[in-house]
Every structure is written in C-alpha cells, then in structure tokens.
C-alpha cells in the first residue's frame, strides 16, 4: 500500500551489482514477502536462501520460486539466530522488513552475528513519516527510519555503511536504500 517492489526493486538490484563482495556465492533474503526481488538474487548468486518467520508468507514466496523456476533457491522458516554459523552468506538482504519488527537493532545485531568481514548487509527501508494509518492497515510497528537511526545501528553492529540512496515516492514516502560492509572484529569491538 505505500511503496510496491516496481518502485525499488530495480534501484536495489542497480545497487547489487556494483557492490564489490567477497564472492558471488551465496546469499540470504530475510523476509523475502511474496519472493519478487529473489530472481534478482538466483541471477546473481550460486545459492540464494530466503527465511521467514511468518510460514503463510513464505508459502506465498515459495509460489514465485516455482513459478520462475528459481532452481537455486532455498526457503526456510525460522528466526535469524536459528541459522547455522556456518552458512557465511556473502551478501544479506532486508527489503521492506525492519518497520515491521520490534528491535531492528536487534535485527542488525544478529545479522552481524552471521556475515564473515567484507560480507554486504544491504537495506532497503521507509524513511520516516508521519502516517498513523501504516500501523493499523499494513501492521508497521515503526513509522520508517531516520537514515542516521539505521547508521548508527550498523556501526553498533559492526558495520561501516558504504552506499546510501534516497528515492521520492510520489504519494510523499521516501526510501532509503543502505550498503553496509561488515568490518573485521579486530576493527569493532562489541
């Protein structure tokens, strides 16, 4: 209802392509909604997992994945810290996620937690607004984000943000799309 995937979908995967990661192996989506934006990553990755808490949303991901014969996808139901310290994604990415969780810094933090250093957390967000009406009609628990929350966040966690981009929306929302590289933990201390 206020910001459809056509609107930045493109804008994100413009963004993927010129990141410089440390490989092109594989990648995670986090809250992947009805899955539009994983072709973008089947087509760039070797293997890409999308994870959801929320089983009926990740049902309606799974129908895109087979529709588009997304053969390199994988989609799993579970929490971020449910996940194995050992998947090393080289990329993660949260599009339109974190105004609908509790903690986002807590989100981030875990996020961390999983990337190897020089691996790219990429987030695409609402920057902040003031309409109420999200809460009730969509389920947004935040209003959007002030850029400056979401770095601070990021360099909390361990990040070092290296791209930002800001896209007017033309019903008055903005979006914020952020790079962040992990650093080596010799370089952040939690």
């Known amino acids: 209802q206020i910001a459809d995937y056509e609107l930045y979908g493109s804008a994100v995967a413009a963004l993927l392509d010129r990141l410089v990661l440390p490989a092109r192996q594989h990648a995670i989506e986090i809250g992947p909604g009805n899955g539009q934006f994983l072709s973008e990553l089947a087509a760039r990755f070797t293997t890409v997992l999308a994870i959801d808490n929320n089983q009926p949303m990740l049902a309606q991901a799974a129908e895109t994945v087979r529709e588009q014969q997304l053969n390199n996808v994988s989609l799993q139901c579970c929490e971020i810290a449910e996940l194995s310290p050992t998947i090393q994604p080289d990329c993660v990415v949260l599009n339109m996620v974190l105004h609908h969780?509790?903690?986002?810094?807590?989100?981030?933090?875990?996020?961390?937690?999983?990337?190897?250093?020089?691996?790219?957390?990429?987030?695409?967000?609402?920057?902040?607004?003031?309409?109420?009406?999200?809460?009730?009609?969509?389920g947004d628990i935040w209003l959007g984000f002030d850029p400056n929350d979401l770095t601070d966040w990021l360099t909390q966690a361990g990040f070092a943000c290296e791209h930002s981009q800001y896209l007017a929306l033309r019903n008055g929302f903005q979006i914020q799309i952020h790079a962040a590289r992990k650093l080596p933990s010799s370089i952040h201390s939690f």
């Open 101 to 138: 969780t509790s903690s986002p810094a807590e989100v981030i933090a875990a996020i961390s937690h999983l990337l190897p250093p020089q691996a790219v957390l990429l987030i695409c967000e609402l920057s902040h607004h003031q309409q109420t009406w999200v809460k009730e009609s969509c």
